[in-house]
């Protein structure tokens, strides 16, 4: 079944340090791959995506993801954190043979300590 | 621009009782969908709709009816709602196979 892991509810990083929420999903054929945020009391907005070309995928607010096929994973990093990134994570999984079916994992909620 | 328009945004509503779900989009997107988020579990795929006049089960589609009425609208149907069923409830859109969702503003339903 299609399904994507996060490990970890809660992630709490000092200011400055790095960032690094983890998604790991099932699947043996070819995955689209998302990751979106949603910051208090907002909607989910889109941080990158993942669509078969680089592996390496830049986003916004300084935002990466490296999907790794061996490891079945699309780690989120950014080098840097900054109170404003305190807010939760969404990764989310599509498969080309349902585009349209795009399922979401249960979310990482960053903190940020100053 | 509108985008995604989801009415209403709050309800409350007694155990058995049912209601709809209204959602409209004005992007010509072909793909609709409905999520319930609940803490601690993320966005569930209730319903989709990968074209007009298809529909498909998500992950968690009982309790739940749903109807593609045209491209732009996509409703959700309560029929006789549960306390289980208390949840934000979003309605999205977007283009296959890779363009991102948009979201609706959000249902807060409350069932007693």
């Known amino acids: 079944a299609q399904s994507v892991t996060q490990l970890g509810s809660h992630v709490s990083v000092s200011e400055g340090a790095l960032v690094l929420l983890r998604c790991n999903y099932s699947?043996?054929?070819?995955?689209?791959l998302f990751w979106y945020v949603q910051y208090p009391n907002q909607g989910l907005q889109l941080l990158l995506k993942?669509?078969?070309?680089?592996?390496l995928v830049k986003g916004i607010n300084g935002f990466e993801a490296e999907f790794k096929k061996s490891e079945t994973s699309f780690h989120l990093t950014k080098p840097s954190a900054h109170m404003s990134d305190a807010a939760e994570y969404f990764c989310?999984?599509?498969?080309?043979?349902?585009?349209?079916?795009?399922?979401f994992g249960s979310g990482t909620r960053l903190s940020i300590r100053p | 621009n509108a985008g995604v328009t989801q009415t209403p945004k709050f309800q409350v509503l007694k155990t058995g009782q049912s209601m709809t779900l209204q959602c409209a989009q004005d992007?010509?997107?072909?793909?609709m969908y409905w999520y319930r988020q609940d803490p601690g579990m993320g966005l569930r795929l209730i319903y989709y709709?990968?074209?007009?006049?298809?529909?498909d089960k998500g992950e968690v589609p009982n309790g739940y009816n749903v109807s593609r009425l045209n491209k732009r609208e996509f409703s959700l149907r309560l029929e006789s709602a549960a306390p289980s069923q208390t949840s934000v409830y979003f309605c999205?859109?977007?283009?296959?196979?890779?363009?991102?969702?948009?979201f609706g503003s959000g249902t807060q339903l409350s069932v007693l």
């Open positions: 999205a859109s977007s283009q296959p196979p890779v363009e991102k969702l948009f």
């Open positions: 699947s043996s054929v070819p995955p689209y």
């Open positions: 709709s990968a074209s007009e006049g298809t529909t």
């Open positions: 992007m010509n997107h072909n793909s």
């Open positions: 989310a999984v599509s498969y080309y043979s349902s585009a349209s079916k795009i399922i």
């Open positions: 993942y669509t078969s070309a680089a592996t």
